[in-house]
């Protein structure tokens, strides 16, 4: 199995349906400043990531924006999933298949950029990003 101390905890993803006010809550209330924002139009959904320091040294908040959601999530639909760096995406994936980990999204770039990433599940079906990270 890959050495442990090869993953980091990038962030944690929250579904919101008002980008705005959000980004005003996590900035205003909790003292998080914008990193950054990109959005996706191929995708219709916008990515913001707010912290307390840059990404190169902490973990962050990502909030996605499905665009045209008007309704409020429930919470159980509101997590989206927990995000680890590693450093070698392929090779990570077919160590943790071998052991029995469910692989939802095979390693690739994502689908609407390059990024390449993967997912995997927990064993109550959490979803877990992997990001290749050198």
Request: with cysteine; net charge negative.
């Amino acid at each position: 199995m890959s050495d442990n101390k090869s993953f980091r905890f990038l962030h944690t993803m929250l579904r919101v349906r008002d980008l705005e006010k959000s980004i005003d809550f996590y900035s205003r209330h909790l003292g998080m400043k914008l990193l950054r924002k990109s959005d996706y139009p191929s995708g219709e959904f916008t990515l913001a990531f707010l912290g307390y320091g840059d990404e190169d040294n902490n973990t962050v908040l990502e909030l996605t924006h499905n665009w045209g959601q008007d309704k409020d999530y429930d919470l159980g639909t509101g997590f989206g999933h927990l995000a680890l760096g590693i450093p070698d995406i392929y090779t990570t994936c077919a160590e943790l298949e071998k052991e029995g980990v469910v692989i939802s999204r095979a390693p690739g770039p994502m689908k609407h950029g390059t990024t390449v990433i993967a997912f995997i599940e927990d064993p109550d079906g959490y979803k877990i990003e992997l990001i290749e990270r050198s």
